[in-house]
């Protein structure tokens, strides 16, 4: 599986960016798929994740109420909407793909790139 995440970019307090994360194969919809991010100096950290059919989800309290993630089987993708962003909320998100929705980054196998996300204050 190969993933590639975009949709970062520059945003004030308080604006929304969408994120999305395309994966290729076919066995995508086999796949838990989570959304984790790092802040420079910071360890990666989970943010969200979504069950293979998509109908389970789990987020990290930072972010609960604020973003939401969604995924589309039938084009390969899964975003992450975020609203009310926060200065806190700045670091490169990265898409994942794996078994179990885990907020554990070692239980996923593979990564996205990673896109990066400013919140100005």
């Known amino acids: 599986v190969q993933l590639q995440a975009s949709g970062g970019g520059l945003v004030q307090a308080g604006g929304s960016l969408r994120l999305s994360c395309a994966a290729s194969?076919?066995?995508?919809?086999?796949?838990?798929m989570g959304w984790f991010r790092q802040a420079p100096g910071k360890e990666r950290e989970f943010v969200a994740c979504?069950?293979?059919?998509?109908?389970?989800?789990r987020y990290a309290d930072s972010v609960k109420g604020r973003f939401t993630i969604s995924r589309d089987n039938a084009k390969n993708t899964v975003s992450l909407q975020m609203n009310s962003l926060k200065p806190e909320d700045t670091a490169v998100y990265y898409c994942?793909?794996?078994?179990?929705?885990?907020?554990?980054?070692?239980?996923?196998?593979?990564w996205g790139q990673g896109t990066q996300v400013t919140v100005s204050s």
């Open positions: 194969g076919r066995t995508f919809r086999s796949y838990v």
């Open positions: 994942a793909s794996g078994s179990t929705c885990s907020n554990v980054p070692a239980r996923y196998s593979y």
């Open positions: 979504i069950s293979a059919t998509g109908g389970s989800t």
